[in-house]
């Protein structure tokens, strides 16, 4: 929707909103074949690593299984389609993005002026722009996430766009196995075909192959730059496992931005070299919120990174383009036209947008506050951050409006229409939970991998590389897996 349709009343609940999705196979189960299959599928799981280190009884030793739906949900196969199908426009979309100076600098120049963290980024990005680009190429590896608009039934809404640490691509790939695993164990291998194909694993090592190659030094290392505890452990590792087995040659090593901070510097070539090592690809697992950089030595070690010759996942340029602010200001009307030239590619990509609007001081923004004042629950409220619990719901969102209103502080964030995907029922299987779960009703989020590989000029690399599905109770507001609401899953297509 258009900043010029602001919409006035609420929707009229739907039949739609209080129906439940089909499920894959006859539920509830009897109890006796619910408690031996949910025995069964957590040690899968665990064997198969769908697993985090524990938050709770942390150790580096163990692992407990990741929280996940005992069988797949159902996700509309035309949406699933769809989805897939736009993935190469939007990684197109966010190249171009990321390499429009002049875009981003328009997109955040309020946003930076209030929020200390983006205004970082941003002075990162203008010193090595003035610079001058030192990589070959920019490595996207992306994710976007949907949910189905149960309003609108034939229809999927994107959530947001992830452009650093998009997570989830190695443990989804197993989860993914694991439902063909569990409908077979339950006697349903007839539909093992509405299960679709997921390699998300492969094509995201794969852009970080295309990328060493194109580095062009077989002594060279990936390097991945990881918070100072990780809990998803098993994702992380997946990938530095596969990149192995798909190319013998290559090495991963991990460090957190205070060991690079510490210890990493440029060659004579602006090679970055930490420990003896010279490294051809940045993989950022960590660096997308304040808590990562404990002092100027990790925003030192952001620059110095940025400075170099390796090939980064994400670039800041594609960190700063994967921003709400910029989410929302390519909803504008006529902003997809300026990054893409086929008019059905920006109708396709303008119809999977919901309401976006800026907290600006001017009347659009004026339009969106007195909208959110006068009906909170239609909307969420997101500032410029990532990775989960940033985000304001239900009543607070009015709250929030009103303490903010007059203040500057508001320009940092903005305004979203909820989302209201169909209900769901189904078995949650979590760490510590009873041996038979109940069922609860769920709502769940489709995210889209994509692969993007190119420099200013060109794109010469471009792919979908396969899904995730994250599955909560429908009254958690965020479904973080590793929070405790959300497990993840996989789709079961439905026509
Ligand atoms: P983050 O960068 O923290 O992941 P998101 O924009 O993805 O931020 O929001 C976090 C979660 O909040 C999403 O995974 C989703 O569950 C929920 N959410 C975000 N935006 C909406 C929306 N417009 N409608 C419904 N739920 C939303
Ligand atoms: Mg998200």
């Not at 919120?289 to 994400?314: F, N, Q, T, V």
């Amino acid at each position: 929707m258009s900043v010029n349709q602001l919409p006035s009343k609420k929707p009229k609940m739907s039949e739609e909103n209080v129906k439940h999705l089909p499920s894959a196979i006859p539920l509830p189960l009897p109890e006796a074949e619910l408690a031996d299959v949910v025995e069964k599928s957590k040690d899968w799981a665990l064997m198969h690593g769908a697993a985090m280190r524990s938050k709770t009884t942390f150790s580096e030793d163990s692992l407990n299984f990741a929280p996940f739906v005992l069988v797949p949900t159902a996700f509309p196969r035309k949406q699933f389609l769809k989805s897939i199908e736009i993935q190469p426009i939007l990684n197109e979309l966010m190249h171009k993005v990321a390499h429009s100076r002049e875009f981003l600098t328009e997109c955040l120049q309020e946003t930076i002026k209030v929020d200390d963290f983006t205004g970082r980024l941003f002075n990162i990005y203008e010193t090595v722009f003035n610079e001058g680009v030192t990589q070959r190429a920019c490595l996207g590896l992306l994710r976007s996430d949907y949910m189905v608009h149960s309003a609108a039934t034939d229809n999927i809404k994107q959530v947001e766009i992830n452009t650093i640490a998009s997570s989830f691509g190695g443990i989804a790939t197993h989860i993914s196995e694991y439902n063909r695993y569990v409908l077979q164990e339950l006697g349903h291998s007839d539909k093992l075909k509405n299960l679709p194909d997921n390699n998300a694993l492969e094509g995201l090592c794969s852009g970080m192959i295309e990328a060493w190659k194109l580095y062009g030094n077989s002594n060279a290392v990936v390097l991945f730059i990881i918070e100072d505890v990780t809990y998803n452990i098993c994702d992380q590792r997946f990938h530095e496992f596969k990149i192995r087995e798909m190319d013998p040659q290559v090495k991963v090593i991990r460090r957190n931005l205070t060991e690079i901070g510490d210890r990493a510097t440029l060659g004579a070539k602006k090679e970055l070299i930490i420990d003896g090592f010279e490294v051809a690809v940045i993989y950022f697992r960590a660096g997308y919120e304040p808590g990562h950089y404990h002092s100027e030595k990790e925003w030192d070690a952001r620059l110095l990174m940025e400075r170099s010759l390796a090939i980064k996942s994400p670039t800041i340029h594609y960190h700063l383009a994967g921003t709400k602010k910029v989410q929302q200001v390519l909803a504008r009307p006529g902003v997809l036209e300026n990054f893409l030239s086929d008019p059905s590619q920006v109708e396709r990509v303008r119809n999977i947008f919901t309401g976006l609007y800026s907290l600006d001081f001017d009347e659009v923004g004026e339009q969106a506050i007195q909208m959110a004042i006068d009906d909170p629950e239609r909307f969420v409220l997101k500032p410029q951050r990532e990775g989960g619990g940033n985000n304001v719901y239900g009543l607070e969102v009015r709250e929030a409006i009103k303490r903010m209103k007059d203040s500057e502080e508001r320009t940092a964030w903005i305004l979203m229409e909820r989302i209201h995907p169909p209900l769901s029922r189904g078995y949650m299987v979590r760490p510590g939970g009873s041996k038979v779960p109940e069922m609860v009703d769920m709502v769940s989020e489709l995210g889209i991998f994509g692969v993007v590989l190119g420099d200013g000029e060109s794109i010469w690399y471009n792919k979908q590389v396969g899904h995730m599905l994250r599955t909560k109770v429908s009254t958690a507001d965020e479904g973080g897996v590793a929070a405790g609401l959300g497990a993840l899953d996989s789709p079961y297509l439905i026509d």
